[in-house]
């Protein structure tokens, strides 16, 4: 099992960064493929980004391709998410989650250990 806390977020300008951590508990971190969701007010929860064990294999949303840039660092047990140009269309809590599958996967259902969330606000 494994523990997610995520952290990061908070009020930025469209236009501006942020960059969510999510740090994970327990020593099989490397076992484990990782990917960002995130859900706006209102909205099912969405997809965002994925990374593999290694880390060699990433996968992104279309809406978010190219502003932001999953990574992970096994030694350290925490996965990153670099978020540029943001617009309000980004604001929602997003999510960090823990999947056990040697594949990347993009949806919740695949996804068995979440974090609590970390609220991101993009300001217009």
């Known amino acids: 099992q494994v523990q997610l806390v995520e952290s990061g977020g908070g009020l930025v300008q469209a236009g501006g960064s942020l960059r969510l951590s999510c740090a994970a508990s327990?020593?099989?971190?490397?076992?484990?493929?990782m990917g960002w969701f995130r859900q706006a007010p209102g909205k099912e929860r969405e997809f965002v980004a994925a990374?593999?064990?290694?880390?060699?294999?990433?996968y992104y949303a279309d809406s978010v391709k190219g502003r932001f840039a999953i990574s992970r660092d096994n030694a350290k047990n925490t996965v990153y998410l670099p978020m540029s140009s943001l617009t309000p269309e980004d604001t929602a809590v997003y999510y960090c989650?823990?999947?056990?599958?040697?594949?990347?996967?993009?949806?919740?259902?695949?996804?068995?250990?979440w974090g609590q969330g970390t609220q991101v606000t993009v300001s217009s």
């Open positions: 990374i593999s064990r290694s880390g060699d294999s990433t």
């Open positions: 327990g020593r099989t971190f490397s076992y484990y493929g």
């Open positions: 989650a823990a999947q056990r599958n040697p594949y990347l996967a993009t949806s919740s259902a695949m996804y068995e250990f």
